[in-house]
């Protein structure tokens, strides 16, 4: 496996990341470029996802560019790996997970001359640029299917960890359920992980145990598609299609497209017109979308499904488009509104439809 190597202290790397803090400037060298993630590749999810983006990029900008990562990385790790990068001549680097962000930040302030995009995250500076995917447009269309499939009208969900970004998953998959099944709830099963597949296969049986006849998931592995397989539900992957998990169970996926992405800003860096960005894409863009369904969704239901891609795409629909309630029927968004942005992005709550309470 091509996996980078740390091999120097965090002092060797301290000593010589002045030499990587010149302007970011074209050049006539291949780009060197890596990306760091918090999980196995694997063969599917996540992680997964990033690096198929990653290879995209190599695929599109040929030898113009070179890529190398480091997989399963730990918070507390981030820092060093970012220091031993710059260190070794890498001008734009990828952080990929929230926990991330904090350690991008604090490296790239003794790094100038290197270009840093964050995932997820919000925190930015002049060399430091975030991206995400609008994912709750695809939950939604997720959330169609499961209600649409689910015959004890409880969908269960394995949540990782209950940040916004997690929040508005469990949330526009509940609205899309509930769009085309008003009597469907959703029980959330918290495993403070994104990605430990005993943990997962466990929240997956107490959903299950519970009458969660599909299950959905914010989580890496494909332990919760292999149970629902062997418990015969249904299930939702999520980062790419999780189908070998279980031909009968996964009905489709929630699915990241970074390619674009990444080939874009690594030609910047090329051309020398990289610049920090928000950026957050959705169907329109091409950063999301949906794995194909499974052939036991009904004609019907994949008609709807593609209506409100088309919809969603367009600006017609919004996922959190009013009337939206809370858990106590409260009314955050009034009818012919949809939510903010900003809104959307420091979700705190539940809709109506979740069933329990959010961990403090």
Not at 176 to 187: E, I
């Amino acid at each position: 496996m091509k996996q980078y190597r740390l091999l120097s202290t965090m002092a060797g790397a301290l000593a010589l990341a002045a030499a990587a803090a010149a302007p970011l400037a074209a050049s006539a060298e291949p780009l060197k470029a890596a990306f760091i993630y918090n999980s196995p590749i694997g063969d599917a999810g996540w992680t997964f996802a990033h690096n198929q983006g990653r290879l995209a990029a190599e695929a599109n900008l040929g030898d113009k560019i070179k890529t190398t990562y480091v997989e399963s990385a730990t918070e507390g790790d981030v820092e060093r790996i970012l220091l031993k990068f710059a260190n070794d001549g890498y001008k734009l680097i990828f952080t990929t997970s929230f926990g991330f962000m904090n350690p991008t930040i604090k490296a790239a302030g003794t790094l100038p001359g290197v270009a840093f995009a964050h995932a997820t995250g919000y925190k930015m500076a002049d060399n430091v640029g975030v991206y995400h995917a609008r994912a709750y447009e695809a939950r939604y269309l997720s959330g169609i299917v499961a209600g649409k499939m689910t015959k004890t009208n409880v969908a269960g969900f394995i949540a990782s960890f209950p940040i916004p970004e997690v929040i508005r998953g469990i949330n526009a998959f509940t609205q899309g359920l509930r769009s085309v099944n008003p009597k469907a709830t959703v029980k959330v099963v918290w495993v403070s992980t994104w990605y430990d597949p005993g943990k997962e296969r466990e929240a997956a049986e107490a959903l299950i145990v519970q009458g969660a006849d599909v299950i959905s998931q914010f989580t890496d592995s494909g332990a919760a598609i292999q149970t629902a397989e062997e418990r015969g539900v249904h299930a939702i992957g999520v980062g790419s299609d999780m189908s070998r998990y279980g031909q009968k169970a996964h009905l489709t996926a929630v699915i990241y497209k970074w390619g674009g992405f990444y080939t874009k800003a690594a030609q910047a860096v090329i051309d020398g017109n990289w610049k920090a960005e928000n950026v957050w894409g959705g169907l329109a863009l091409d950063m999301i979308d949906l794995a194909p369904l499974n052939a036991a969704v009904p004609a019907d239901v994949a008609a709807l499904v593609a209506a409100g891609r088309a919809d969603i795409a367009a600006g017609k629909l919004h996922p959190f488009q009013g009337p939206v309630k809370d858990q106590s029927g409260a009314v955050r968004v009034a009818a012919g509104e949809a939510m903010a942005d900003g809104d959307l992005l420091g979700l705190n709550w539940y809709v109506e439809g979740v069933e329990g309470a959010l961990p403090q």
